[in-house]
Every structure is written in structure tokens, then in C-alpha cells.
């Protein structure tokens, strides 16, 4: 059965610094990978995908993901932050052998942006 | 161009009681996926629709059930209730694969039910 793991359930990061949520995945097949946000009272937004070719996503809002298959690895990064980033974050993982089968997600990363 | 809607918006229920959530899926796309998240919690996979079938199905006992209608719009319906299924309930929309659908579920808003 597949998992996801997200490290960090909160990063703090200080305005216009970089910012990295890390995410690592258990799977015995391929994979498809997905970063989601969730801001406050709403549903998820698709940031990047990843399902195959090159390893490095770049995103929505300026972020990019880079898939590591030898670390099991799809951490979100983003080079200068804004308040506006200020969400939960969710990292998911299909199986591609099933097509539009049920996404597995990790626990979620809560980025709160300080100003 | 609409994407994922879902209604009501907020429901409260009492324990026993049965709910009806309704989901209706982005413009082209045909299946239609639920997802209950619970507070502070990333969202779990309840069962997922096709023409009009179940197709597959996550940890969730039978109180849990769901239909999908010939306009690809579905309902999730929750027998029984509990106070632990307080929840976020999130509907997701996708095209199916073996119509060249790419491999990306669309999420509405949710639908936040409270049982007391």
C-alpha cells in the first residue's frame, strides 16, 4: 500500500526567505505525485504535478518540486515566500497502473509566512 | 468555466441521522471522487464514481454510500451518523483515463459537516 510522509506538520518562514516542505512516499511501483494547497475555509488547489519525464515541476504561485526516486522524495520549494503562501500544504501520491484511482495524502505542512 | 461545486456549504446534524452531500464534477470530466477530512488531517479517499458505478473504494464502513447521476453529478450519502464523522467533505473531479483524461483530480470546496 502506498504512504506519504510530510516531515513537518508546521514551518514558520520569515517574508521573501526560501522555503522548503519536504515529502517522501512508500511505494513498491511508480508513482504519480501531486502537491496541493488548502487555504483557510476553502478546498484544494492543485499546485504541481509530477507523473513523468523530467524530475524537476515547476508549479503555480512559483513553486517547483523535484521528484527524487532514488530517495522516495517530491519536496516543494519556493525561492522567496509572501504572506499570501500562508496555507496547509498536501503532498499525494496515485498509482499509475490505476489512472484516475484514489489519491493518497500525507498529513499536511501548515506554512505560516511572518512578516 | 464552472469547476467542482458542492452543496450545502455547512450542514449540523444530530447523531443517527442520515445526510445527503451533493457534488457536482468540472465541465468534461466524468468521474467523481470523495474525500472526508477530518480536522487537522489531510483528506482520506471514501470510494470514487464512474457511469454511474462505484469503482473503487476506500476504508470506510457501508453507512458511507454514493450514487453518481447519467449528468455525472453524485451524491454521497451517510447513514447512522456519528460524531466522528465531523468533517470537511470533499468532492473531486477527472476525466477518465481510458478517454485520454489526464491524471489530475479538480477539488470543490467542500462541504463542512458538524454532528452533535
Known amino acids: 500500500a502506498q504512504s506519504v510522509t510530510q516531515l513537518d506538520s508546521q514551518v514558520p518562514v520569515f517574508e521573501e526567505a526560501p522555503v522548503e516542505l519536504r515529502c517522501n512516499y512508500s511505494s513498491s511501483v511508480s508513482v504519480y505525485l501531486f502537491w496541493y494547497v488548502q487555504y483557510p475555509n476553502q478546498g484544494l488547489q492543485l499546485l504541481l504535478k509530477?507523473?513523468?519525464?523530467?524530475?524537476l515541476v515547476k508549479g503555480i504561485n512559483g513553486f517547483e518540486a523535484e521528484f527524487n526516486k532514488s530517495q522516495t522524495s517530491f519536496h516543494l520549494r519556493k525561492p522567496s515566500v509572501h504572506i499570501s503562501d500562508t496555507a496547509e500544504y498536501f503532498c499525494a501520491v496515485s498509482d499509475p497502473d490505476f489512472g484516475n484511482e484514489k489519491l493518497t495524502f500525507g498529513t499536511g505542512t501548515r506554512l505560516t509566512i511572518i512578516p | 468555466d464552472a469547476g467542482v461545486t458542492q452543496s450545502p456549504t455547512h450542514l449540523i446534524k444530530t447523531r443517527g441521522q442520515q445526510v445527503t452531500l451533493r457534488c457536482s464534477p468540472k465541465?468534461?470530466?466524468?468521474?467523481v471522487s470523495w474525500y472526508q477530512q477530518a480536522l487537522g488531517q489531510g483528506p482520506q479517499f471514501i470510494f470514487q464514481?464512474?457511469?454511474?458505478?462505484?469503482?473503487q473504494r476506500g476504508n470506510f464502513p457501508d453507512r458511507f454510500s454514493g450514487h453518481q447521476f447519467p449528468n455525472y453529478s453524485s451524491e454521497l450519502n451517510v447513514n447512522a451518523l456519528l460524531l466522528g464523522d465531523s468533517a470537511l467533505y470533499l468532492c473531486?473531479?477527472?476525466?477518465?483515463?481510458?478517454?485520454?483524461?489526464?491524471?489530475?483530480?479538480?477539488f470543490g470546496p467542500g462541504t463542512r459537516l458538524l454532528v452533535l
Open positions: 509530477y507523473l513523468s519525464g523530467s524530475t
Open positions: 464514481y464512474y457511469e454511474e458505478e462505484e469503482r
Open positions: 465541465s468534461g470530466h466524468d468521474t
Open positions: 473531486a473531479s477527472s476525466e477518465a483515463r481510458g478517454r485520454g483524461g489526464q491524471e489530475t483530480q479538480y
